[in-house]
């Protein structure tokens, strides 16, 4: 697929995706979402790659939301369809990517925005950053997974303050709910999120994934997390991952992963 709307750049194991839409603010359209759904499966299949940054080109924005031109017409149908595509292609399909995604949250994080930063597996901003959950003056809701992350994230009075008040809040105050893990300066933003990205890089891509697995099973009302962790535990000892991690510990060495 040729990218209009993002471009990647890879150093090593690590690959940044850049939402490139600055004068829209980087909201994302149909045709993002596509590219999105493609470059993350693409990075997740290359072995090389170890992890994923996603970002917002420009210093203003991360993502301002879906795009509104796009849906203002929609009818009931057309809105459902809205939500379900994009859960699938774009939000779920992060959250349960195999290679661990990081969202450095350069600015605006807004609706499908804030979304997708929550989507990812953990969320860095820049300490002018804005978040918030603005649907409802739209007399939406969140449709791209909001109304079940947040709460995850923040707890639920917290999440229930933000989408009913629709007011943004600050990197500050998104650090203080536990929204995002760290707060920088926007110049050490990527900076810092490529160092978190070569830590786990340096780990076994078999049980980066399993670990995913595991922590996302517990917030599943179907699946036990306990039982989730005890299968994916065991099959790691058939992994070549957990030969070479424990062969190299004990022969006093860094462990090189063949990732199988
Ligand atoms: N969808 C479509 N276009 C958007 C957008 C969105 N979610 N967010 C911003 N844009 C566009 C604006 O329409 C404008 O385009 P134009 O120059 O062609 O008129 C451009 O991006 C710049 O935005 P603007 O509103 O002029 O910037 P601002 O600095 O005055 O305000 C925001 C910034 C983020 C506060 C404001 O753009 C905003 O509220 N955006 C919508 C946020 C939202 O409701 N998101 C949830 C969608 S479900």
Known sequence: ??????????????????????????????????????AFGE????????????????????????????????????????????????????ENLATPVIAAVNGFALGGGLELAMACHFRVASDHAKMGLPET??????????????PQLVGKGRAMEMILTANMITAEKALAYGLVNHVVPQEELLPLCTKL????????????????????????????????????????????DFKEGTTAFLEKRKANFPGS
Not at 144 to 149: K, S
Not at 208 to 215: D, E, F, Q
């Open 137 to 150: 003056t739209l007399g939406l809701i969140p449709g791209y997974g909001g109304t079940q992350r947040l």
């Open 1 to 38: 697929m040729n990218y209009e709307n993002i471009y990647i750049e890879e150093e090593g194991s690590i690959a940044v995706i850049t939402i490139d839409r600055p004068k829209k603010l980087n909201a994302l359209n149909k045709r993002t979402i596509e590219e999105l759904h493609n």
């Open 197 to 240: 990205a070569s830590s786990i890089s340096n780990n076994s891509p078999t049980a980066l994934k399993r670990a995913i697995n595991a922590v996302n099973a517990g917030y599943r009302y179907n699946i036990n997390g306990y039982a989730a962790e005890i299968d994916a535990f065991g099959a790691c000892f058939g992994t070549d």
């Open 43 to 94: 990075l997740d299949e290359a072995n090389e790659i170890k992890a994923i940054i996603i970002t917002g080109s420009g210093e203003k924005a991360f993502v301002a939301g879906a795009d509104i031109s796009e849906f203002a017409d929609f009818d009931v149908s057309q809105g459902e369809q809205l939500a379900a595509q994009g859960q699938q292609l774009l939000f779920d399909f992060v």
